[in-house]
């Protein structure tokens, strides 16, 4: 496990801005944190190599791309064995429509979120789900809102 990376005002505010919006220039989130480009880029670069940035990305908007249909499904197994579950996460990784997979302690086993254009895709999805050996459970809870993301 690596040691935290110690943040200061400047860093957190930088992190601050970047998050909401990483395609800031240099120049601008100088501007915001107050500081000069120079120094303000060699912050953003380590925090870039010491791993607190681990990338940059776009964030799509799921009605535009046909998939609004946002379900939260969670997943108990039976089978325990170490091929089995790696089978397993690795079939469920590979479904284009899960979005965002996790391994839980406790019960459920494991979360899933799914963006699909609807009712239909999902059932489609729900029984590819039903059909790998581990699974014993499928519970499926549908997004009415959202009313808070982090990504």
Do not use: W
């Not at 990376?5 to 240099?26: K, P, V």
């Not at 000069?36 to 607190?52: D, S």
């Not at 249909?69 to 089995?84: P, Q």
């Amino acid at each position: 496990m690596r040691k935290p990376y110690r943040l200061d005002a400047i860093d957190r505010e930088i992190l601050f801005q970047l998050q909401r919006d990483g395609r800031l220039s240099n120049v601008e989130l100088a501007r915001r944190v107050g500081l000069t480009p120079p120094p303000c880029l060699r912050r953003v670069k380590r925090l870039e190599e010491a791993g607190v940035i681990n990338g940059y990305r776009a964030t799509v908007d799921p009605v535009a791309t046909g998939q609004s249909f946002e379900v939260i499904v969670s997943v108990e197994i039976t089978v325990t064995d170490l091929g089995t579950l790696q089978d397993f996460e690795a079939a469920v990784a590979g479904f284009d429509e899960v979005v965002e997979f996790r391994r839980m302690f406790g019960r459920p086993d494991y979360f899933l979120r799914v963006l699909v254009a609807d009712q239909t895709a999902y059932e489609e999805h729900h029984m590819k789900l039903l059909g790998l050996p581990a699974v014993s459970r499928v519970v499926s809870h549908q997004t009415m809102k959202r009313i808070k993301t982090r990504d």
